[in-house]
């Protein structure tokens, strides 16, 4: 180790994420530890630990000048060591880059009315895990994680109108409340996740409404394809899982929602989709893909891959005619499926720049990969650990 330079050290060190544990090792990894104050930028303020505020002046102490990016986690905390913490946070507001604090139910009533101006912030998120309380911490929020009842989210006390960042895991089955919600953060929202952990009842068909500044999207169920209609939607990801579906519905449904979501503008500005799905994709499901003209980045986590279907589709050269970063997950039974991508990369030919291909730890690595590989240099491989 005497012999690596300096500064690759520090580029090592740097992932380490625990600077104490670093300047421990020798005397030699202390003086460089002390002398690189970007090692020490990175914290997280946990009550668990002994003597937070002490470590939290250190973390200060040692970081200089250097941009700060703190997780702050909340629970159970004595008020008096809570106050002293945040005082201090609020002290440092110019340097912090990052904050994101997590409250549980415990720290809710605890918090104290800190409002302090943070010039350098590029993100601050709020992560909501049980029932909040009323009380408003920081001036403005532009990322918020909630994971509790959809009825809840608009007594939150925060600046919707400064929300641009929105993700909501909830068990909540009463799925008419989203509307409302995102009403509240239509005009600046960029991201939006919903995902919903339980069945849940599918309420009767609403008019969509339109969320002029999304960019990216992320749900399980396709009652949120319905419910909105993106003007500026660059990608979108759907996870079709155990709790899409309540008895009765079928991929049919996900078919028709996703076709029209795409039919009111979203196929014509979406440049990367991704599709996660534990069945074959319908013939409807392929006909409504067909309207994503925009598309230059593919994923597909399918299981099982049906790979007629599959290679048909990718191989009609009027859809996705931009396409140029394919991903597939790999499954158990590869002689089909190495046998379809030849036929693929065969027709899109060199349009089709790279072909990822994901293998599960349990996938064995067969000898046609290999041979396949050999004739088209654009695939790569990447291993699940």
């Not at 290679?311 to 046998?339: G, K, R, T, W, Y």
Request: hydrophobic share 40%; with cysteine.
């Amino acid at each position: 180790m005497a012999s690596i330079p300096f500064d690759i050290l520090c580029e090592i060190f740097s992932e380490v994420n625990n600077p104490i544990l670093v300047a421990s090792v020798s005397r030699t990894w202390r003086e460089l530890a002390l002398y690189t104050p970007g090692l020490w930028s990175q914290l997280t303020i946990s009550f668990c630990k002994r003597h937070p505020q002490n470590l939290l002046e250190l973390y200060l102490e040692r970081s200089r000048d250097q941009p700060l990016y703190i997780d702050f986690y909340c629970d159970k905390v004595p008020r008096t060591c809570l106050s002293s913490v945040l005082q201090t946070i609020a002290s440092t507001a110019p340097r912090v880059k990052r904050l994101t604090i997590y409250l549980s139910s415990g720290s809710f009533v605890q918090l104290p009315d800190i409002r302090s101006y943070f010039p350098k912030l590029s993100s601050l998120e709020v992560k909501y895990y049980n029932q909040p309380s009323k009380s408003t911490m920081f001036p403005t929020i532009a990322s918020l994680t909630y994971g509790f009842l959809l009825t809840l989210v608009p007594k939150l006390s925060v600046p919707w109108a400064g929300i641009d960042s929105l993700s909501l895991s909830t068990p909540d089955i009463r799925a008419w409340l989203l509307k409302p919600i995102f009403s509240l953060v239509s005009p600046s929202l960029t991201s939006l996740s919903c995902q919903f952990t339980r069945q849940i009842h599918i309420p009767p068909p609403q008019a969509p409404m339109s969320l002029p500044c999304l960019k990216d999207l992320q749900t399980n169920h396709p009652f949120v394809l319905e419910l909105i209609t993106p003007q500026n939607l660059s990608s979108l990801q759907v996870a079709i899982g155990e709790y899409t579906y309540e008895k009765g519905t079928n991929e049919s449904h996900l078919a028709a929602s996703l076709y029209s979501f795409l039919r009111r503008g979203a196929g014509d500005t979406i440049t990367s989709f991704h599709l996660t799905s534990p069945q074959p994709l319908s013939s409807d499901m392929y006909s409504a893909l067909t309207l994503l003209k925009a598309v230059t980045t593919l994923t597909f986590s399918l299981d099982p891959v049906l790979p007629g279907p599959l290679a048909d589709f990718l191989c009609d050269p009027n859809c996705m005619p931009h396409l140029e970063s394919l991903h597939l997950s790999v499954p158990s039974a590869q002689i089909e499926f190495v046998s379809m991508l030849g036929r693929v990369l065969n027709v899109r030919g060199s349009k089709l720049g790279k072909v990822y291909l994901h293998y599960a730890k349990d996938v064995c690595f067969p000898p046609d990969v290999c041979k396949l590989r050999k004739e088209h240099r654009n695939i790569e491989l990447w291993f699940a650990w």
